[in-house]
């Protein structure tokens, strides 16, 4: 159980920061084509920064505890032979094998019903708590999307946007990796696909800049 849950705060680290580092990344190359200052795109960046981590862990809270209340009330259903037979269907076992099970499993306890169907479904049974996933989700949020902005306070006008897509780039290759770590896949195509997604959200912020 400890294992699921430290995988699930795991996806949400790595979403967090792959949302935070596209939006930020499209947003300053955006500005950076019609502002001539930096002073304006790191207001801008920061403010849109707090906006949407606030915005996701709002988002992931109220989620979380939506799909915690709905657990808990599926779990109250399982009382009977009939309930657990019709769990069992739910989750694909076939309905000869899920009365044939049923049958011994009315007389386990709730918790031991829990774990039983857990096993037999492939359901997660790790409920986590919405404030730590909100937490979590924000602040990732927040961490990958100073990582764009970081070059409007270092480098000058023109160098900025260069370094800021190298360094969203850089971090987007980690991340891919990462993922493809605990997903087991394979880490060239992972890396590659993240970076790819980067590029095209770089692009789609310089050309929207030009349009504007």
Same mark, same amino acid.
């Given at each position: 159980? %400890?294992?699921?849950?430290?995988?699930?705060?795991?996806?949400?680290?790595?979403?967090?920061? #792959?949302?935070?580092?596209?939006?930020?990344?499209?947003?300053?190359?955006?500005?950076?084509?019609?502002?001539?200052?930096? +002073?304006?795109?790191?207001?801008?960046?920061?403010?849109?920064?707090?906006?949407? %981590?606030?915005?996701?862990?709002?988002?992931? +809270?109220?989620?979380?505890?939506? #799909?915690?209340?709905?657990?808990?009330? #599926?779990?109250?259903?399982?009382?009977?032979?009939?309930?657990?037979?019709?769990?069992?269907?739910?989750?694909?076992?076939? #309905?000869?094998?899920?009365?044939?099970?049923?049958?011994?499993?009315? +007389?386990?306890?709730?918790?031991?019903?829990?774990?039983?169907?857990?096993?037999?479904?492939?359901?997660?049974?790790?409920?986590?708590?919405?404030?730590?996933?909100?937490?979590?989700?924000?602040?990732?949020?927040?961490?990958?999307?100073?990582?764009?902005?970081?070059? +409007?306070?270092?480098?000058?006008?023109?160098?900025?946007?260069?370094?800021?897509?190298?360094?969203?780039?850089?971090?987007?290759?980690?991340?891919?990796?990462?993922?493809?770590?605990? %997903?087991?896949?394979?880490?060239?195509?992972?890396?590659?696909?993240?970076?790819?997604?980067? %590029?095209?959200?770089?692009?789609?912020?310089?050309?929207?800049?030009?349009?504007?």
């Amino acid at each position: 159980m %400890a294992k699921n849950k430290f995988l699930s705060q795991t996806r949400q680290i790595i979403f967090g920061m #792959q949302d935070g580092l596209i939006s930020i990344l499209v947003l300053t190359t955006t500005l950076s084509s019609v502002s001539e200052t930096n +002073y304006l795109i790191v207001v801008a960046a920061i403010s849109a920064t707090l906006g949407g %981590a606030v915005s996701m862990a709002a988002g992931m +809270y109220l989620g979380s505890k939506s #799909q915690q209340e709905i657990n808990v009330r #599926q779990e109250s259903k399982i009382q009977n032979q009939k309930d657990i037979e019709k769990t069992l269907e739910n989750g694909g076992i076939s #309905q000869k094998d899920a009365n044939l099970i049923s049958k011994d499993m009315k +007389y386990y306890d709730k918790n031991s019903q829990k774990f039983l169907l857990s096993r037999l479904t492939g359901e997660n049974v790790t409920i986590s708590s919405p404030i730590e996933d909100s937490l979590f989700i924000g602040s990732s949020f927040i961490l990958g999307a100073i990582i764009p902005i970081i070059p +409007y306070f270092i480098f000058a006008r023109g160098e900025d946007i260069v370094f800021s897509i190298i360094l969203t780039a850089i971090t987007l290759i980690f991340i891919g990796i990462t993922k493809a770590k605990f %997903a087991g896949k394979s880490k060239i195509h992972s890396a590659f696909e993240m970076l790819i997604i980067g %590029a095209l959200s770089g692009a789609l912020g310089f050309i929207l800049g030009k349009i504007i």
